[in-house]
């Protein structure tokens, strides 16, 4: 398995489209929605976004060293997304 970082709310938008249920897509537009709000107002963001992508595709936000899954990704969708994105190590 191998894990991208997702490093800007539009970055998380784009990933949302690429969920298999609406109502994920809904909750990853939701912490982009706090995460550029975030940013706007000069707060540093209190979690990390990131995709595990193996034999599925799982976009997750770390808070406080706890990892919670926002919803499965479509893969094959997944998989093109994540060339334009940097892997980082499996922490």
């Given at each position: 398995?191998?894990?991208?970082?997702?490093?800007?709310?539009?970055q998380?938008?784009?990933?949302?489209?690429?969920?298999?249920?609406?109502?994920?897509?809904?909750?990853?537009h939701?912490?982009?929605?706090?995460?550029?709000?975030?940013?706007?107002?000069?707060?540093?963001?209190?979690?990390?976004?990131?995709?595990?992508?193996?034999?599925?595709?799982?976009?997750?936000?770390?808070?406080?060293?706890?990892?919670?899954?926002?919803?499965?990704?479509?893969?094959?969708?997944?998989?093109?997304?994540?060339?334009?994105?940097?892997?980082?190590?499996?922490?």
């Amino acid at each position: 398995m191998k894990r991208y970082s997702i490093v800007s709310p539009e970055q998380l938008k784009a990933a949302a489209l690429l969920m298999k249920r609406k109502n994920d897509v809904q909750s990853a537009h939701t912490v982009a929605v706090v995460w550029s709000a975030s940013e706007r107002s000069g707060k540093t963001v209190p979690f990390m976004v990131y995709i595990d992508l193996g034999r599925n595709a799982t976009l997750h936000r770390k808070l406080n060293g706890v990892s919670i899954p926002m919803g499965e990704m479509i893969l094959t969708a997944a998989r093109n997304f994540v060339k334009e994105l940097k892997e980082v190590p499996m922490t």
